[in-house]
């Protein structure tokens, strides 16, 4: 999750001898980015100043990553704690919010090609992300933790990973840490398809984030899975920005740090989770 995404946010764990010592872990109409002559995300960036002009922001998100991002049902409409997080900053700063629905693994080719401007889908800032782009302010705080069958007693540690399959996204920090652990990978576009192959007997276990877990078995009520191990270090998620945003990221941590003083994140944390998994 992040993506805790899976697809969900991802920490880094000493996995024995090295085994994840450098993984830092843990997610359209054209957007107000400048653009070259290529298409490209411009040197630019998204200044403060275009998404003023412009009135509005353009969000790349899933729409398929609950309780992060989805599809209300019934009412068809977006909903989720990066949805609402992201349309409170959007208030608080008195500009239009509109999300464009992008699978995970196009995610940050739409950011680098101006599709939209920022991407709100619980991305884990990770050192290698951080070189490339610009992140707010953590808005999650979470850890990871390997999934499999509730009968499954052969996984205690990441380190039983080894030689096991694991299903996981194809760009997806829990990959790196599955691989990392020695797992072997069948690709998946997210989290449900991971637990159905979990549950066909087709891999042994998948690695996510403990948030969108959590949801997953409180709103499902399924006992067929478990939590085997979890990380023992937190990670956090900020909402990405290509290189060259200096002042609309200055903008974005203003409204975070009001939304966090005025209690306005720990209520839509309680909401979908619980308790305040914003700090």
Same mark, same amino acid.
């Given at each position: ?13 000493a ?15 054209c ?9 490209g995300?411009?040197?630019s960036?998204?200044t403060?100043e275009?998404?003023e ?6 969000v ?9 991002s989805?599809t209300?049902e019934?009412?068809?409409?977006l909903?989720?704690y990066? #949805?609402e997080?992201m349309?409170?900053?959007?208030k608080?700063?008195?500009?239009? #919010? ?27 800032m ?8 610009l992140?707010s302010?953590p ?15 052969s996984?205690s ?5 080894e ?11 829990w ?12 690709? #998946?576009?997210g989290w449900?398809q991971? #637990?159905?192959l979990?549950e066909?007997?087709?891999?042994d276990?998948?690695?996510n984030?403990?948030?969108?877990v959590?949801?997953y ?18 990670s956090t ?22 939304l ?11 909401k979908y989770?619980g ?5």
């Amino acid at each position: 999750m992040n993506r805790f995404r899976s697809t969900t946010p991802f920490t880094r764990r000493a996995l024995g001898a090295a085994a994840v010592a450098g993984v830092a872990l843990t997610l359209a109409a054209c957007g107000s980015a400048g653009t070259d002559d290529d298409g490209g995300s411009s040197a630019s960036g998204v200044t403060w100043e275009s998404v003023e002009e412009a009135g509005e922001l353009q969000v790349g998100t899933e729409g398929t990553y609950r309780p992060f991002s989805y599809t209300e049902e019934g009412s068809g409409d977006l909903i989720g704690y990066d #949805v609402e997080v992201m349309e409170a900053v959007g208030k608080n700063l008195g500009i239009e #919010v509109k999300f464009s629905k992008t699978e995970w693994d196009g995610m940050f080719a739409g950011l680098d090609a101006g599709r939209f401007d920022t991407i709100a889908n619980q991305v884990t800032m990770t050192p290698e992300r951080e070189e490339k782009y610009l992140f707010s302010t953590p808005y999650t705080v979470s850890t990871g933790v390997v999934v499999t069958l509730a009968d499954d007693d052969s996984v205690s540690t990441f380190e039983d990973l080894e030689g096991k399959r694991t299903a996981q996204s194809a760009t997806s920090n829990w990959r790196t840490l599955a691989e990392e652990s020695g797992a072997q990978i069948e690709p #998946v576009e997210g989290w449900a398809q991971s #637990v159905a192959l979990l549950e066909q007997g087709r891999v042994d276990a998948t690695v996510n984030d403990k948030l969108t877990v959590l949801d997953y078995l409180t709103t499902e009520g399924n006992d067929a899975i478990k939590i085997a191990a979890e990380t023992e270090e937190s990670s956090t998620v900020g909402f990405v920005f290509p290189a060259g945003s200096e002042s609309t990221v200055e903008k974005f941590n203003e409204a975070l740090a009001e939304l966090a003083a005025d209690g306005t994140l720990a209520e839509i944390s309680e909401k979908y989770f619980g308790d305040d998994v914003s700090k």
